[in-house]
């Protein structure tokens, strides 16, 4: 998903530290799994950085399973459905094809899905085109594509386009066989753990290559040598396809792959033995796989070496990963395809150290420094009242989905807990703003904000009204602050005056100072959370960080309904 960037103004004195060391604080919290810089440059060049990796076995020779889970209304699973239909085509049976659903089947036998009722419809549709005609219902859905906002005015015609009964199709719609199906099909989803649109397994390894027709094409004939519409595949298109010798680099040249002995050169990670959270197992297997001839070792900062290493380089953080003059020499470093690698690294001494926002790193070296940074940023450590920090985008589902399921936490604890909202908008020179939801949004923001100034205990009671029906908030505002007891001509004027755009300003300037570009990003006493967003996990993870835990983190918090349907996932970054 597509963000604004947050813009940033600094007028710290110069003992101050800067917004860039505060945002790494907490930007390393959020489990990289790959080099971050790194791994949206493959993904923007279209490398297909992972083609040819997968570790899946066929399901039989001559055969290839491959499963997509998505959300019907998603753009992105509507992206990959309308690129694997013509391939699906001209492989036939020979691809072991399936479609599942992302959501969540409730106890009352509702179900729940990121975009709503219209999403939830529209998967039964689907569904019951594949049970009426395994065959056409890609047909189906490709025509619905087209227009899936409208998908339920379109559903017939669409139907009689793919060859398929839409008497048929709108019986087990509208009966209980759809909604089986539904449950069948979420529960499916749930237990591959897809909780992205869209999830894709191959042969039942994940798969994170290129998403158009051809990309599909080459990684299913990877499986079926032999068939005739994988004769002409030429060997490679790309560098990274070169993989059948691990130990060479290997090359695409004129569609054929060369291979060459790696340049040995060598990599120290710098890492704290006592930090738990400081895995560079994920980063370095990354290296490896970028850097054949890399030979790595591990540095403590304990050590003599490391604390050179600390002082000379002036290293913030760990892990810090530096590589030898000699990985400029490399072809990986050389490769016209991979120019941008090198944004993701800065010169230090006579090593290229890896950006720590790159890779994460955000455990500080300094604890001394650490707690002081905390408090420059109003969290103060050791007062048994946690600081919990939420950033937002008002509109945004995932961050709806989070506040609802912290409210029953924030209300539990009271004022043994410091709640603090604020939204992630970027502000123009000319004191306007922008927000990925647009002006809508950023409206609701500013109400928001208002209604905290006015009431900092009923403006929750607005909030949550509000989140009811969060994508019509602007015809909403009025009779949720009447529900919520706040003064609604006293919130228009601080909303659409000077005060509610100060109140953003200042919002915003927080949201950067903490690195927050995903709604939500939730901080907790200092510490990134990415656990599960359900009020147990968040009561435990808040009661953690007491000194002395009060007697309501014995309390039990029931679930909220339709949460475990966006367990994860955000709008942002």
């Not at 710290?12 to 945002?23: A, G, L, M, S, V």
């Not at 689907?126 to 049970?131: D, H, S």
């Not at 299913?220 to 060997?235: I, V």
């Not at 103060?380 to 937002?392: A, E, Q, R, S």
């Amino acid at each position: 998903m597509d963000n604004e960037p947050v813009k940033e103004e600094s007028a710290e004195k110069p003992d101050t530290p800067r917004i860039e060391d505060r945002k790494r604080l907490f930007q390393g919290k959020k489990n990289y799994a790959l080099y971050g810089v790194i791994a949206v440059l493959v993904v923007l060049m279209g490398i297909g950085f992972f083609t040819g990796t997968f570790t899946g076995k066929a399901v039989s020779e001559g055969s290839v399973k491959l499963e997509f889970y998505v959300m019907s209304q998603c753009y992105y699973g509507t992206q990959v459905e309308d690129a694997i239909a013509p391939v699906l085509k001209k492989l036939g049976d020979s691809v072991d094809f399936s479609i599942d659903f992302i959501g969540n089947a409730n106890r009352d036998g509702t179900f729940d899905s990121l975009k709503g009722q219209s999403e939830v419809d529209e998967n039964i549709r689907q569904l019951c085109a594949m049970k009426l005609s395994p065959k056409k219902y890609m047909d189906f859905i490709v025509c619905q594509n087209k227009d899936i906002r409208n998908a339920a005015a379109n559903a017939e015609s669409c139907a009689k386009e793919a060859g398929i009964d839409a008497d048929a199709l709108k019986a087990c719609f509208e009966g209980d066989e759809g909604k089986q199906l539904l449950t069948k099909s979420f529960a499916k989803a749930n237990a591959a753990r897809a909780q992205g649109s869209p999830t894709i397994k191959l042969n039942g390894a994940d798969y994170n290559s290129g998403r158009a027709t051809t990309d599909f094409l080459r990684a299913l004939c990877q499986n079926l040598k032999g068939h005739p519409e994988c004769s002409e595949m030429p060997e490679c298109t790309a560098d990274a396809e070169c993989t059948s010798q691990p130990d060479k680099e290997g090359r695409c040249v004129s569609e054929k792959c060369e291979y060459n002995d790696p340049v040995q050169f060598e990599v120290v990670v710098v890492n704290d033995a006592k930090c738990a959270t400081c895995d560079p197992a994920a980063a370095l297997q990354t290296t490896r796989t970028f850097f054949k001839g890399a030979n790595i070792r591990t540095v403590d900062i304990s050590s003599d070496e490391g604390k050179k290493l600390v002082s000379d380089l002036g290293l913030k953080f760990v892990p810090s990963y530096l590589f030898s003059e000699e990985v400029t020499t490399t072809s990986t470093w050389n490769n016209p395809q991979m120019a941008r690698l090198q944004n993701a690294f800065e010169k230090k001494g006579d090593w290229y150290k890896l950006l720590d926002e790159a890779v994460g790193a955000s455990h500080w070296i300094d604890e001394k420094a650490r707690n002081e940074q905390l408090k420059s940023m109003g969290i103060t450590l050791g007062d048994n009242k946690p600081t919990l920090n939420l950033f937002v985008m008002s509109q945004c589902p995932y961050g709806v989905m989070a506040e609802q399921a912290l409210w029953p936490v924030i209300e539990l604890l009271g004022d043994k807990l410091d709640f603090q909202l604020d939204f992630i908008v970027s502000e123009n020179a000319g004191g306007t703003f922008n927000s990925l939801h647009g002006q809508p949004e950023t409206d609701e923001n500013i109400r928001q904000l208002c209604a905290r100034k006015l009431d900092d205990e009923k403006y929750l009671d607005y909030i949550a009204c509000q989140n009811e029906d969060y994508k019509n908030v602007g015809t909403n505002w009025e009779k949720c602050a009447v529900r919520a007891g706040i003064d609604k001509t006293t919130l228009k004027t601080c909303s659409e005056g000077a005060e509610g755009k100060a109140l953003l300003s200042a919002s915003a300037k927080k949201a950067a100072m903490f690195g927050a570009s995903g709604s939500p990003t939730i901080v907790i006493d200092g510490e990134s959370y990415n656990g599960v967003r359900t009020p147990a996990a968040f009561q435990a993870a808040i009661c953690s960080m007491f000194e002395t835990a009060p007697a309501e983190c014995g309390t039990v918090l029931a679930s909220v309904a339709g949460t475990a349907a966006l367990a994860a996932g955000g709008c942002g970054a």
